[in-house]
């Protein structure tokens, strides 16, 4: 986050208003302010404690729409005039040396340590934050279903540092219209910042409104949207446009103020959740604790009896907070992809390789350029070189001793993670552990005996999980990515079909005696190169009649986000379908569902109600079937699994990626296969555990294929090696 130099705020030119300045003198209790935003951001992130730690994020809001908009309404005080060249020099000059070398830095370690697909992510990801428009940037990544389950990006933290240039590239222009405006006719000094006030209140107050309604209908958006979050921005600048006012508080009732907003800070971290509708309204509550801290300290040289505020290691703290908000996100996301976040090395390493950068950054970069001439016109360097006293270093160490310790503690880490990770690493040749591919896995038809060939099956899972190093696959690891998945879905974009794409989504020979027709969300489509493989050299055509985040059972969902509307769509897909289904009357109907869809029922209904209504609407699907097809199969949907990026690591194993069926999983599975048991030959459910796991235990990989390229939905390869197992579950030998 950005925040403002400790010279411009110590300006001491004349204020021609008569009152006093916002930002006359320096605000010990705003650096604390500072520290304590950046500290529960990095627990939020780090620990995912508290609840509520993503809320400094609002308060470094506040403080920097007070910040910048004193110095605005002071220099036009001053000069009678806002510079805006001025301006953005400053901004520059404050802004980008940092913000430009986490960038670097962390895309080029970004190429070392990622797997490729998510190191050119990375890249885009700088890009879009270079251009500070990261917070649109990831605001359309959040509403791509593909990304739903990716790994977060380590420079995700950036959008909140493109909200605020993006009101400050319309900010000062605002105030100069309103000085335009007053000019026009004669206003005290008193009444021009009067109606400043109240225009920046005006103003305020109509984005704190966009910011309920985004809120309530867009909370996917919202939370990264620049009008969303202008209104916390526009509370700082009100309190800095109100300064004259507040300047007059008695001395008695400013520090009861100050510990009345430092408590609903506290309280906004213990009552705010991810779960709290946010920006609004649960933003006003560390917005109005911020703003209060604040105001408290206008007109004072220091705060009094505001010690967690005021001491030195807050105040330090608050000085690094800009380049430690930089570099705390990177250092996290990076180095998890070397330790394990459960590693006993994680948290210390983190701590301190965070620690250190910051240090050193701000020392060595962003403090020298901030004090430095650097985009001052000539005049400006030459009287500033005469007036400039020689810098001094009033933190207690110097450039020279910050230099020295964050270099040792930065080799000390990278020596350390360079041992361990030669010591762990990824071997260059498949596992000894690794079974042969075997034709039945690569999905080829063969005269296998069925007791066989999930034999196997299971061998091959086995040495899977018995692997104790990273094999070669098919495809890399380090390759998987959106792309991965089934190839109906990903090129032929075949996830959501309607009337207007459903003729592009037939597979297999049009002309085919046999139909099968696959309905379901993206969990019935991954399946489609395995339904392909099976039933195609039967003489079978597959038409896809899936849609995006709409289960295959005739039940209702509620939206994923605010930004999917999918969901209000799905009962009338299901309408669709099944007059679909009656008009083609398929041979075979195929359906499947992700089993995570029974938490996000329309109805509200959780736990053994939630169970129960999706047993119904299974049975209810099944039964409004039945004219209209001669057989129905359910695949079970496989069980969810830890992401490759959040699990593989420079020193993990195999088993650090190993996962088992969830008590949640394994009760859906049982409820739909008690639907169906009253259907008879009807219909039948095609439980896929087997070819997956081992009593419970299920690999990443299998016959050296990654399973999944996101943790739920199969690598296309994956996929196609079960068609053999699914053909023999629905047509099994004659015994």
Same mark, same amino acid.
């Given at each position: 986050m950005s925040v403002q130099s400790t010279a411009e705020r110590r300006e001491r030119a004349p204020d021609r208003s008569g009152s006093k300045s916002a930002t006359r003198s320096f605000r010990g209790d705003i650096e604390g302010l500072r520290a304590v935003a950046v500290v529960v951001v990095i627990f939020d992130h780090? /620990?995912?404690?508290?609840?509520?730690?993503?809320?400094?994020?609002?308060?470094?809001?506040?403080?920097? &729409?007070?910040?910048?908009?004193?110095?605005?309404?002071?220099?036009?005080?001053?000069?009678?005039?806002?510079?805006?060249?001025?301006?953005?020099?400053?901004?520059?000059?404050?802004?980008?040396?940092?913000?430009?070398?986490?960038?670097?830095?962390?895309?080029?370690?970004?190429?070392?340590?990622?797997?490729s697909a998510r190191a050119l992510s990375t890249l885009w990801d700088g890009i879009y934050s270079a251009l500070f428009v990261a917070n649109w940037h990831f605001a359309a990544v959040g509403t791509d279903y593909l990304q739903a389950t990716n790994a977060v990006s380590p420079l995700q933290h950036y959008w909140s540092l493109a909200v605020e240039e993006q009101f400050y590239f319309v900010w000062p222009f605002l105030l100069i219209v309103i000085f335009a405006l007053a000019g026009r006719r004669t206003l005290s000094a008193g009444a021009l910042i009067t109606l400043v006030a109240v225009t920046t209140g005006v103003i305020t107050l109509a984005f704190l409104a966009w910011s309920f309604f985004e809120t309530s209908t867009s909370p996917a958006i919202a939370y990264f949207s620049t009008g969303a979050r202008a209104w916390e921005l526009g509370i700082g600048a009100f309190v800095a446009a109100a300064a004259p006012g507040l300047a007059k508080l008695p001395l008695r009732v400013r520090p009861p103020i100050a510990w009345l907003g430092l408590a609903l800070i506290v309280?906004?971290?213990?009552?705010?959740?991810?779960?709290?509708?946010? !920006?609004?309204?649960?933003?006003?509550?560390?917005?109005?604790?911020?703003? /209060?801290?604040?105001?408290?300290?206008? &007109?004072?040289?220091?705060?009094?009896?505001?010690?967690?505020?005021?001491?030195p290691v807050s105040r330090y703290v608050g000085k690094i907070s800009y380049s430690l908000y930089l570099w705390h996100f990177p250092v996290m996301i990076l180095l998890a992809t070397i330790f394990a976040t459960d590693s006993p090395l994680y948290l210390p390493l983190a701590a301190?390789?965070?620690?250190?950068?910051?240090?050193?950054?701000?020392?060595?970069?962003?403090?020298?350029?901030?004090?430095?001439?650097?985009?001052?016109?000539?005049?400006?360097?030459?009287?500033?070189?005469?007036?400039? !006293?020689?810098p001094q270093h009033r933190t207690g160490i110097s450039p020279a001793q910050a230099w020295i310790g964050a270099l040792a503690i930065v080799a000390l880490v990278l020596v350390s993670v360079s041992f361990i990770a030669l010591r762990g690493g990824t071997p260059s040749g498949p596992s000894a552990n690794s079974a042969p591919l075997g034709a039945a896995d690569l999905g080829v038809k063969t005269t296998t005996e069925p007791a066989t060939l999930l034999?196997?099956?299971?061998?091959?899972? =086995?040495?899977?999980?018995?692997?104790?190093?990273? !094999?070669?696959?098919?495809?890399?690891?380090?390759?998987?990515?959106?792309?991965?998945g089934a190839p109906e879905w990903v090129d032929d974009d075949c996830l959501s079909v309607s009337a207007k794409n459903a003729a592009d989504c037939l597979y297999?020979? !049009?002309a085919a005696t046999k139909t099968a027709v696959l309905l379901g969300d993206s969990?019935?489509?991954?399946?489609?190169?395995?339904?392909?493989? =099976?039933?195609?050299?039967?003489?079978?055509?597959?038409?896809? /009649?899936?849609?995006?985040?709409?289960?295959?059972?005739?039940?209702?969902?509620?939206?994923?986000? =605010?930004?999917?509307?999918? =969901?209000?769509?799905?009962?009338?897909?299901?309408?669709?379908?099944?007059?679909?289904?009656a008009r083609l009357s398929p041979d075979l109907v195929i359906m499947s569902s992700l089993a995570g869809s029974i938490v996000r029922l329309a109805s509200g209904n959780e736990g053994a109600a939630a169970l129960t209504e999706w047993q119904v609407a299974t049975a209810d699907t099944l039964t409004a079937l039945q004219g209209s097809t001669e057989h129905v199969?359910?695949?079970?949907?496989?069980?969810?699994?830890?992401?490759?990026?959040?699990?593989?690591?420079?020193?993990?194993?195999?088993?650090?990626?190993?996962?088992?069926?969830?008590?949640?999983?394994?009760?859906?599975?049982?409820?739909?296969?008690?639907?169906?048991?009253?259907?008879?030959d009807f219909a039948q459910y095609v439980d896929i555990v087997p070819w997956l796991c081992v009593d419970e235990s299920c690999p990443a990989f299998i016959n050296n294929t990654p399973v999944f390229f996101d943790g739920q939905h199969f690598v296309r390869e994956a996929s196609a090696q079960l068609g053999p197992l699914l053909a023999e579950a629905l047509f099994p030998p004659a015994a």
């Open positions: 780090l /620990l995912g404690w508290p609840s509520g730690g993503f809320i400094g994020v609002d308060i470094f809001f506040v403080i920097s &729409g007070f910040l910048i908009t004193s110095l605005l309404l002071k220099e036009h005080a001053r000069t009678g005039r806002i510079s805006l060249v001025d301006f953005y020099r400053r901004r520059i000059r404050r802004i980008l040396p940092v913000s430009l070398l986490v960038l670097v830095v962390t895309v080029a370690v970004g190429f070392l340590v990622l797997p309280a906004s971290l213990v009552l705010i959740s991810r779960d709290s509708p946010f !920006p609004a309204p649960w933003g006003l509550l560390p917005v109005a604790g911020a703003a /209060l801290v604040i105001a408290a300290g206008i &007109g004072q040289p220091e705060q009094r009896l505001l010690f967690p505020l005021t001491n301190l390789l965070m620690v250190a950068l910051s240090v050193f950054s701000f020392h060595y970069v962003e403090d020298p350029i901030r004090h430095s001439l650097w985009l001052e016109n000539s005049l400006t360097r030459k009287r500033e070189r005469m007036r400039r !006293p020689a034999a196997a099956r299971q061998a091959t899972i =086995a040495a899977a999980l018995a692997a104790t190093a990273w !094999p070669e696959t098919t495809p890399a690891f380090d390759a998987l990515g959106d792309n991965s297999g020979d !049009p969990m019935a489509i991954s399946y489609m190169p395995a339904i392909r493989s =099976a039933l195609e050299p039967l003489g079978y055509n597959v038409r896809s /009649l899936t849609m995006f985040s709409c289960p295959a059972v005739n039940i209702s969902v509620a939206a994923k986000s =605010a930004s999917d509307a999918s =969901a209000a769509k799905c009962d009338d897909h299901h309408a669709w379908v099944y007059a679909e289904v199969a359910v695949l079970s949907p496989p069980p969810a699994s830890t992401p490759f990026a959040e699990c593989k690591t420079l020193t993990s194993t195999p088993g650090d990626c190993a996962y088992s069926p969830s008590s949640l999983y394994q009760k859906v599975i049982a409820s739909e296969q008690d639907a169906i048991e009253q259907f008879g």
